[in-house]
């Protein structure tokens, strides 16, 4: 709850507006807690000015929302957040590439582990596949049935496998593939159904454009 903050004037409102990275001190009531103070750290508005960033930002806050109940507390998370939006903003890297690394790294700080490196049915190690079974996530090798997952091609297997453990600081390394970055978005949009059991949808509004 913020007093008087739908007022013009009100200093608290840059604080509290979407997209806002800012520092809060909240006092905590019945079920509610009461903004009194804070700073602001960076608004984001520049992300407001293009559909793109503009969607891609409300997507990311849309997978927050859905992937956590309230005052849980997620450090990572809450990281991947703060570092998606900076590169989202400044467009050191391709968007593409910063969404899908969030997803990916969403789906690992909230528990639901993709494995590149064993075989998902006789656990021998592997280095790529060309079949995936999920959940929960895996590679599958050479010599085990192939059934109930999907075909990808290696080099799919490969760039998922470096984007889910690159740090999300270096990822301004990586360039834009289309078709495994189109690849990869199908995958990490069924990932995302079967793993939190919601289907966002913000990025329906790219599909008009
Ligand atoms: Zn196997």
Redesign the pocket.
């Known amino acids: 709850m913020v007093r008087g903050v739908k007022s013009n004037k009100s200093q608290m409102l840059p604080l509290t507006l979407p997209m806002s990275y800012s520092e809060l001190v909240l006092f905590k009531g019945k079920g509610m807690y009461t903004l009194n103070e804070g700073f602001l750290i960076d608004s984001f508005q520049e992300m407001l000015k293009d559909i793109y960033t503009l969607t891609y930002g409300n997507y990311i806050l849309e997978l927050i929302d859905m992937s956590m109940v309230d005052d849980e507390i997620n450090i990572n998370l809450f990281k991947n957040v703060v570092v998606s939006f900076y590169f989202l903003k400044n467009k050191a890297v391709s968007d593409r590439i910063v969404i899908r690394k969030f997803e990916l790294d969403l789906l690992k700080y909230t528990g639901h582990s993709l494995n590149f490196e064993n ?1 998902g ?2 656990r ?1 190690k592997i280095i790529s596949s060309n079949y995936i079974i999920y959940p929960p996530f895996s590679g ?2 050479g ?2 049935n192939k059934k109930n997952g999907i075909y990808i091609s290696y080099s799919v297997f490969s760039f998922m496998k470096y984007l889910y453990h690159i740090d999300i600081m270096k990822i301004h390394i990586l360039k834009e593939n289309n078709y495994i970055l189109s690849e990869i978005e199908k995958i990490n949009s069924e990932l995302i159904v079967t793993s939190i059991g919601k289907k966002p949808k913000s990025l329906e509004l790219l599909e008009i454009l």
Request: charged content about 0%.
């Open positions: 075989c049915i006789c021998n599958v090798c010599n085990c």
